[in-house]
Protein backbone atom coordinates (compact mmCIF):
# COMPACT_ATOMS: atom_id res chain seq x y z
CA UNK A 1 0.00 0.00 0.00
CA UNK A 2 1.33 3.54 -0.88
CA UNK A 3 1.43 5.69 1.77
CA UNK A 4 -1.45 8.07 0.22
CA UNK A 5 -3.65 4.84 0.15
CA UNK A 6 -2.36 4.09 3.80
CA UNK A 7 -3.28 8.04 4.88
CA UNK A 8 -6.66 7.48 3.59
CA UNK A 9 -7.35 4.09 5.36
CA UNK A 10 -6.97 5.74 8.40
CA UNK A 11 -8.84 8.33 8.14
CA UNK A 12 -11.90 6.83 7.02
CA UNK A 13 -11.18 4.25 10.50
CA UNK A 14 -10.51 7.58 12.56
CA UNK A 15 -11.94 9.93 13.13
CA UNK A 16 -11.34 13.44 15.20
CA UNK A 17 -14.14 14.84 17.86
CA UNK A 18 -14.45 17.33 19.91
CA UNK A 19 -14.71 15.95 23.87
CA UNK A 20 -17.02 18.59 26.55
CA UNK A 21 -16.10 18.10 30.17
CA UNK A 22 -18.75 19.83 32.62
CA UNK A 23 -19.85 19.85 35.68
CA UNK A 24 -17.80 17.11 38.14
CA UNK A 25 -15.45 15.83 35.21
CA UNK A 26 -14.35 19.28 33.99
CA UNK A 27 -12.60 20.15 37.17
CA UNK A 28 -11.35 16.39 37.51
CA UNK A 29 -9.73 16.62 33.94
CA UNK A 30 -9.04 20.70 34.54
CA UNK A 31 -10.52 21.17 31.25
CA UNK A 32 -13.61 22.19 29.45
CA UNK A 33 -12.91 21.00 26.03
CA UNK A 34 -10.52 18.76 24.41
CA UNK A 35 -10.00 16.84 20.45
CA UNK A 36 -9.25 13.38 20.21
CA UNK A 37 -8.80 11.03 17.57
CA UNK A 38 -10.42 8.10 17.71
CA UNK A 39 -11.78 4.98 15.87
CA UNK A 40 -14.72 5.80 14.34
CA UNK A 41 -16.81 2.42 15.15
CA UNK A 42 -15.96 2.13 19.04
CA UNK A 43 -18.39 1.78 21.74
CA UNK A 44 -20.03 4.57 24.69
CA UNK A 45 -17.51 1.86 27.17
CA UNK A 46 -14.18 2.06 25.18
CA UNK A 47 -14.30 5.35 24.26
CA UNK A 48 -15.17 6.27 28.36
CA UNK A 49 -11.91 3.98 28.99
CA UNK A 50 -9.80 6.21 26.57
CA UNK A 51 -11.25 9.35 28.08
CA UNK A 52 -9.82 7.52 31.66
CA UNK A 53 -6.22 6.67 30.30
CA UNK A 54 -5.69 10.53 29.52
CA UNK A 55 -7.15 11.27 32.50
CA UNK A 56 -7.30 9.38 35.29
CA UNK A 57 -8.80 11.27 37.89
CA UNK A 58 -12.40 10.51 35.78
CA UNK A 59 -12.43 6.80 37.37
CA UNK A 60 -14.24 8.51 40.43
CA UNK A 61 -17.49 9.44 38.13
CA UNK A 62 -17.24 5.99 35.88
CA UNK A 63 -20.30 4.23 37.81
CA UNK A 64 -22.23 7.88 37.76
CA UNK A 65 -21.95 9.22 34.18
CA UNK A 66 -23.26 9.07 30.70
CA UNK A 67 -21.93 10.47 27.26
CA UNK A 68 -23.96 12.74 25.18
CA UNK A 69 -22.88 11.71 21.53
CA UNK A 70 -24.25 14.57 18.63
CA UNK A 71 -26.68 16.05 21.56
CA UNK A 72 -28.17 12.29 22.28
CA UNK A 73 -27.51 10.50 25.54
CA UNK A 74 -25.94 7.19 25.11
CA UNK A 75 -24.97 5.21 28.24
CA UNK A 76 -21.83 3.53 28.96
CA UNK A 77 -21.63 0.13 27.80
CA UNK A 78 -21.49 -2.04 24.52
CA UNK A 79 -23.39 0.18 22.51
CA UNK A 80 -21.34 1.13 19.04
CA UNK A 81 -21.36 4.46 18.51
CA UNK A 82 -20.76 6.03 14.79
CA UNK A 83 -18.78 8.89 15.09
CA UNK A 84 -17.75 11.62 12.45
CA UNK A 85 -15.25 13.86 12.17
CA UNK A 86 -16.05 17.05 13.82
CA UNK A 87 -18.59 15.22 16.43
CA UNK A 88 -19.23 16.69 19.62
CA UNK A 89 -19.12 13.92 22.92
CA UNK A 90 -20.15 15.42 26.12
CA UNK A 91 -19.46 13.83 29.40
CA UNK A 92 -22.97 14.29 31.40
CA UNK A 93 -22.25 13.45 35.01
CA UNK A 94 -25.58 12.89 37.17
CA UNK A 95 -28.08 15.99 36.48
CA UNK A 96 -28.98 19.31 38.62
CA UNK A 97 -31.16 21.28 36.53
CA UNK A 98 -34.17 22.89 37.90
CA UNK B 1 -47.72 40.04 23.03
CA UNK B 2 -48.57 35.88 22.21
CA UNK B 3 -48.76 35.38 18.82
CA UNK B 4 -52.09 32.85 17.68
CA UNK B 5 -50.15 29.49 17.41
CA UNK B 6 -48.96 27.83 20.45
CA UNK B 7 -45.44 29.18 21.03
CA UNK B 8 -42.24 27.74 23.56
CA UNK B 9 -40.26 30.35 24.46
CA UNK B 10 -36.95 28.60 25.77
CA UNK B 11 -34.58 31.05 27.67
CA UNK B 12 -30.78 29.90 29.41
CA UNK B 13 -29.83 33.41 31.29
CA UNK B 14 -27.47 34.55 33.54
CA UNK B 15 -29.87 37.83 34.06
CA UNK B 16 -32.16 37.65 37.17
CA UNK B 17 -35.62 35.72 35.96
CA UNK B 18 -38.99 37.29 35.86
CA UNK B 19 -42.13 35.34 36.77
CA UNK B 20 -44.03 38.36 35.46
CA UNK B 21 -42.11 38.20 32.33
CA UNK B 22 -42.88 34.51 32.32
CA UNK B 23 -46.33 35.27 32.78
CA UNK B 24 -46.56 37.98 30.27
CA UNK B 25 -45.03 36.06 28.07
CA UNK B 26 -47.85 32.92 28.10
CA UNK B 27 -50.82 35.22 28.41
CA UNK B 28 -53.54 34.51 25.65
CA UNK B 29 -57.19 35.87 25.31
CA UNK B 30 -58.69 32.59 24.88
CA UNK B 31 -56.57 31.04 27.82
CA UNK B 32 -58.65 30.83 31.34
CA UNK B 33 -55.66 29.37 33.03
CA UNK B 34 -51.98 29.99 33.64
CA UNK B 35 -50.09 28.03 35.95
CA UNK B 36 -46.21 29.00 37.01
CA UNK B 37 -43.50 27.16 38.83
CA UNK B 38 -40.59 28.88 40.18
CA UNK B 39 -37.88 26.55 41.59
CA UNK B 40 -36.04 29.38 43.95
CA UNK B 41 -32.44 28.06 45.79
CA UNK B 42 -32.72 27.34 49.00
CA UNK B 43 -30.19 28.64 52.05
CA UNK B 44 -29.45 25.17 53.94
CA UNK B 45 -28.74 21.44 52.73
CA UNK B 46 -28.37 18.95 55.51
CA UNK B 47 -27.91 21.68 57.96
CA UNK B 48 -24.90 22.91 55.79
CA UNK B 49 -25.23 27.01 55.52
CA UNK B 50 -25.16 27.72 51.10
CA UNK B 51 -24.25 30.81 50.82
CA UNK B 52 -24.45 30.35 46.77
CA UNK B 53 -25.54 28.70 43.81
CA UNK B 54 -23.25 28.21 40.78
CA UNK B 55 -25.11 26.87 37.62
CA UNK B 56 -23.50 25.28 34.25
CA UNK B 57 -25.58 23.92 31.17
CA UNK B 58 -24.41 22.05 27.78
CA UNK B 59 -26.41 25.02 26.60
CA UNK B 60 -27.21 23.86 23.07
CA UNK B 61 -28.39 20.79 24.71
CA UNK B 62 -30.12 21.80 27.49
CA UNK B 63 -32.50 23.84 24.56
CA UNK B 64 -32.93 20.86 22.86
CA UNK B 65 -33.89 18.86 25.63
CA UNK B 66 -36.43 21.37 27.10
CA UNK B 67 -37.78 21.79 23.44
CA UNK B 68 -38.62 17.93 23.44
CA UNK B 69 -40.39 18.64 26.79
CA UNK B 70 -42.49 20.79 25.06
CA UNK B 71 -43.13 18.90 22.26
CA UNK B 72 -44.47 15.88 24.55
CA UNK B 73 -46.41 18.43 26.75
CA UNK B 74 -48.12 19.42 23.60
CA UNK B 75 -49.08 15.44 22.68
CA UNK B 76 -50.11 14.30 26.04
CA UNK B 77 -52.05 17.65 26.89
CA UNK B 78 -52.98 19.43 23.39
CA UNK B 79 -55.14 22.24 24.64
CA UNK B 80 -52.00 23.92 26.13
CA UNK B 81 -51.04 26.92 24.71
CA UNK B 82 -48.02 28.74 25.40
CA UNK B 83 -45.14 27.58 27.46
CA UNK B 84 -42.41 29.32 28.91
CA UNK B 85 -39.57 27.21 30.22
CA UNK B 86 -36.56 30.03 31.81
CA UNK B 87 -33.64 28.44 33.56
CA UNK B 88 -30.93 30.83 35.10
CA UNK B 89 -27.07 29.68 34.58
CA UNK B 90 -23.93 31.12 36.22
CA UNK B 91 -23.98 32.30 40.20
CA UNK B 92 -27.42 32.63 41.83
CA UNK B 93 -28.53 34.64 45.19
CA UNK B 94 -30.39 32.28 47.96
CA UNK B 95 -33.85 32.84 48.01
CA UNK B 96 -33.89 33.99 44.20
CA UNK B 97 -35.40 31.75 41.29
CA UNK B 98 -33.20 29.58 39.47
CA UNK B 99 -36.12 28.06 37.57
CA UNK B 100 -39.37 29.41 36.31
CA UNK B 101 -42.02 27.62 34.37
CA UNK B 102 -45.22 29.29 32.49
CA UNK B 103 -48.33 27.33 30.76
CA UNK B 104 -51.43 28.68 29.83
CA UNK B 105 -54.48 26.63 28.25
CA UNK B 106 -58.04 26.84 28.26
CA UNK B 107 -58.73 25.45 31.22
CA UNK B 108 -56.78 24.65 34.52
CA UNK B 109 -56.71 20.99 34.58
CA UNK B 110 -53.86 20.72 31.63
CA UNK B 111 -51.97 23.57 32.35
CA UNK B 112 -51.38 22.51 35.93
CA UNK B 113 -50.66 19.09 35.27
CA UNK B 114 -48.27 19.90 32.06
CA UNK B 115 -46.01 22.43 34.81
CA UNK B 116 -45.13 19.47 37.11
CA UNK B 117 -44.26 17.51 34.44
CA UNK B 118 -42.41 19.92 33.18
CA UNK B 119 -40.07 20.45 35.93
CA UNK B 120 -40.11 16.35 36.68
CA UNK B 121 -38.62 16.23 32.90
CA UNK B 122 -36.29 19.07 33.33
CA UNK B 123 -34.34 17.57 36.47
CA UNK B 124 -34.43 14.29 35.01
CA UNK B 125 -33.22 14.95 31.52
CA UNK B 126 -31.96 18.83 31.01
CA UNK B 127 -28.07 18.94 31.03
CA UNK B 128 -27.83 21.75 33.58
CA UNK B 129 -25.56 20.74 37.04
CA UNK B 130 -25.35 23.11 39.84
CA UNK B 131 -22.76 23.37 42.61
CA UNK B 132 -23.89 24.31 46.23
CA UNK B 133 -20.98 26.15 48.04
CA UNK B 134 -21.29 26.35 51.60
CA UNK B 135 -20.64 28.67 54.40
CA UNK B 136 -18.00 25.74 55.66
CA UNK B 137 -16.75 22.69 54.11
CA UNK B 138 -16.15 21.68 50.19
CA UNK B 139 -18.40 22.64 47.38
CA UNK B 140 -20.83 20.01 46.16
CA UNK B 141 -22.08 19.17 42.41
CA UNK B 142 -25.63 18.20 43.50
CA UNK B 143 -27.51 15.07 41.99
CA UNK B 144 -30.96 15.11 41.33
CA UNK B 145 -32.68 11.81 42.35
CA UNK B 146 -35.23 11.98 38.96
CA UNK B 147 -31.68 11.45 37.35
CA UNK B 148 -31.43 7.99 35.84
CA UNK B 149 -27.31 7.99 36.23
CA UNK B 150 -26.88 9.20 39.44
CA UNK B 151 -25.66 7.26 42.65
CA UNK B 152 -28.33 4.85 43.41
CA UNK B 153 -30.30 4.83 40.45
CA UNK B 154 -27.13 2.42 39.22
CA UNK B 155 -29.35 -0.14 37.59
CA UNK B 156 -27.36 -0.51 34.25
CA UNK B 157 -30.36 -2.50 32.60
CA UNK B 158 -32.96 0.61 33.66
CA UNK B 159 -30.46 2.95 31.97
CA UNK B 160 -30.09 0.56 28.57
CA UNK B 161 -33.76 0.34 28.42
CA UNK B 162 -34.68 4.32 28.77
CA UNK B 163 -32.04 5.21 25.96
CA UNK B 164 -34.13 2.58 22.92
Known amino acids: ?98 | MAADEGQDVITLTTDKLSADGVSESVTCPSCGAISLFIGTTRDNFEGKKVIQLEYEAYNPMAESELRKICSDIRTKWPSVRHISIQHRLGVVPITEASVIIGISSPHRNDSLEAVRYSIDTLKATVPIWKKEIYESGEPCWKENKECLWADGGKDSKVLQDAFH
Not at chain 1, 29 to 50: F, M, Y
Not at chain 1, 52 to 67: C, F, G, I, T, Y
Open chain 1, 1 to 98: MFIHEYRAHISTRFKQVSVLYFAKSAELTGLKAENITVPSNITSLQLWQDLENRHPRLSVLRDQVVLAVRQEYVPLGAQLLTLRQGDEVAIIPPLSGG
